[in-house]
């Protein structure tokens, strides 16, 4: 399990070459907030926007993401369900959380996810039913928007607080 946070700022290396590319500067999650599509890599070597799909990770260590090869970071433009994202500017962290009955659970402070199958595991929320520490698992469904980010009623019910490691 990873969290956004720690992986932002990681460095993005080729394992073919062993050369370091740049950084992730974001992770980049569909917009259903189920999956993470892949990581925007800031770098000196390109213009515009650069990513890289999940596809092309092969593993995300404690100090970087190892990619295959260079061919493996595209414009944002060559992956199409990235792109579509990027371009609705939907970011997750930062979101205020509320019911689609009018309740706000907190704010979205960071999200949880499996390093393999890049799978969101849930959601840590700030200000919400435990204070600072709560969590949301990945719910059946989740709305994206600019300012707030909607769930079922129902997911209310399953939030806890953040497990220590």
């Keep these: 399990m990873q969290k956004a946070s720690d992986v932002i700022g990681r460095s993005v290396v080729l394992r073919e070459g062993g050369e370091t590319v740049g950084k992730v500067k974001d992770l980049v999650v569909d917009p259903a907030g189920r999956q993470v599509l892949g990581f925007v890599v800031s770098e000196s070597l390109f213009r515009g926007t650069k990513v890289v799909p999940w596809a092309g990770v092969q593993a ?3 100090d970087a993401v190892v990619v295959g090869a260079a061919a493996s970071i595209v414009k944002a433009a060559d992956a199409p369900d990235i792109k579509a994202v990027l ?6 962290r930062g979101l205020r ?7 706000e659970l907190g704010k979205i402070d ?3 996810f499996d390093e393999h199958t890049g799978a969101v595991l849930g959601y840590e929320l ?3 039913v435990f204070g600072r520490n709560s969590f949301l698992p990945t719910p059946l469904s989740l709305e994206l928007g600019k300012e707030l980010a909607f769930v079922g009623p129902e997911a209310e019910a399953t939030i806890g607080k953040v497990e220590k490691e």
Excluded: N
Aim: proline share 5%; hydrophobic share 30%; net charge negative.
């Design 60 to 62: 995300i260590g404690p």
């Design 87 to 92: 371009d609705k500017d939907l970011s997750i």
């Design 97 to 103: 959380l509320q019911t689609t009955a009018g309740k």
């Design 110 to 112: 960071d999200f949880q």
């Design 126 to 128: 700030a200000g919400g």
